[in-house]
Every structure is written in C-alpha cells, then in structure tokens.
Nanobody, 119 residues
Framework: QVQLVESGGGLVQAGGSLRLSCAASGSIFRILAMGWYRQAPGKQRELVASINSFFTTNYADIVKGRFTISRDNSKNTVFLQMNSLKPEDTAVYYC?????????????WGQGTQVTVSL
C-alpha cells in the first residue's frame, strides 16, 4: 500500500501564494505518476496538475502559468506551488498517485487539504 499525506493548505488573500506538499510512504516503488486534484463545493473533482516519472508535467488550462508541480524523488514528495491565487481556486486539494504514467485514474489518494482564497 501507499500512503499520501498532504500539507500546506490554508487561507490566503487573492493574489497570494501557497505551496502544497505531499509525502508518500509505503510501497512507493509502485508509484510512477503523481498529481493534484481539487474539489470545490458542489463541483466534481478535477485534475489540476500531474507529473510522471520522466518529470513530464501537465496542467489544467485554468491554472497554467500560475501553478507549478514538481517532485523530489529523494524525499518521495510532490509539491504544488500556487501563485496569483483567485477565489475560484478555493477547494479541497487532493494528492494522487498512480502505478502508470498517467494520473487520470489514480490508485492512491491523500486525505485532502483545504485551500481558501479570500477577496
């Protein structure tokens, strides 16, 4: 099994920045791709950013140019740097990991961390 633990969420004003972290433990040799999803109240969970074992990244159009995903394999950690935050970025952010190079159907999920962006 793989355990994912997120940290770094919180309350920030519009235009501000936050950095989310997700530490993986357990059978981490199984992990190829990692990513971040988010779910706002009343909305479906959506993929925000992903990074595979080749460090290839992908972003949702709505966060391109503002969010940056990275991973540190020596620490089994993936990060999401979020800049120029907007109120519509408010959501619970979930770390995800998969046993394939695509993160569209994650095998593992974190518990989620709340990000709230105020005006």
């Amino acid at each position: 099994q793989v355990q994912l633990v997120e940290s770094g969420g919180g309350l920030v004003q519009a235009g501000g920045s936050l950095r989310l972290s997700c530490a993986a433990s357990g059978s981490i040799f199984r992990i190829l791709a990692m990513g971040w999803y988010r779910q706002a109240p009343g909305k479906q969970r959506e993929l925000v950013a992903s990074i595979n074992s080749f460090f290839t990244t992908n972003y949702a159009d709505i966060v391109k140019g503002r969010f940056t995903i990275s991973r540190d394999n020596s620490k089994n950690t993936v990060f999401l740097q979020m800049n120029s935050l907007k109120p519509e970025d408010t959501a619970v952010y979930y770390c995800a990991a998969g046993r394939s190079e695509r993160i569209t159907a994650p095998d593992y999920w974190g518990q989620g961390t709340q990000v709230t962006v105020s005006l």
